[in-house]
């Protein structure tokens, strides 16, 4: 007996079993210290600071990773809507200033468990922050 398809599961959505799976990798910086926030960038010592840099350069170099760029902070963001035909714009992100995109990569792996990996190994997640893992949906 084979169960309906849910309503909202697009077969495109469904990755097949010899196909890659894409992912988007959002890296959320929360309370991870940046050279943004030099307060608590400075906390960390020179081994830290040179830690996090060569992490983020091994996952650049990581097979399967599209480097994606690292965002200006929160603040510099314009959020933009359209209500009843008119661009409405509002200074800084949507979001809690604390819930903001830091950067992003992308990352073509096998299966969600080898995405979950890498992004284990971005800083951030272990930092204060955290690392958002979503499948791209191909065409």
Do not use: C
Not at 58 to 64: H, K, L, Y
Not at 85 to 114: C, H, N, S
């Amino acid at each position: 007996m084979s169960l309906p398809r849910s309503p909202f599961v697009s077969e495109v959505t469904i990755p097949t079993k010899e196909d890659d799976v894409k992912y988007m990798l959002l890296i959320h910086q929360v309370d991870a210290p940046t050279p943004y926030s030099p307060d608590e960038w400075d906390r960390l010592s020179e081994e830290e600071k040179q830690a996090v840099y060569t992490a983020y350069q091994a996952i650049n170099e990581t097979p399967g990773v599209t480097p994606g760029l690292q965002l200006q902070p929160p603040e510099t963001a314009t959020t933009v809507r359209v209500e009843e035909g008119k661009t409405l714009t509002t200074d800084g992100p949507f979001v809690a200033v604390k819930e903001a995109l830091g950067g992003y990569f992308f990352f073509e792996a096998d299966d969600l468990d080898a995405a979950i990996e890498l992004a284990a190994r971005i800083p951030a997640a272990r930092m204060g922050g955290a690392v958002e893992v979503r499948p791209i949906v191909e065409y």
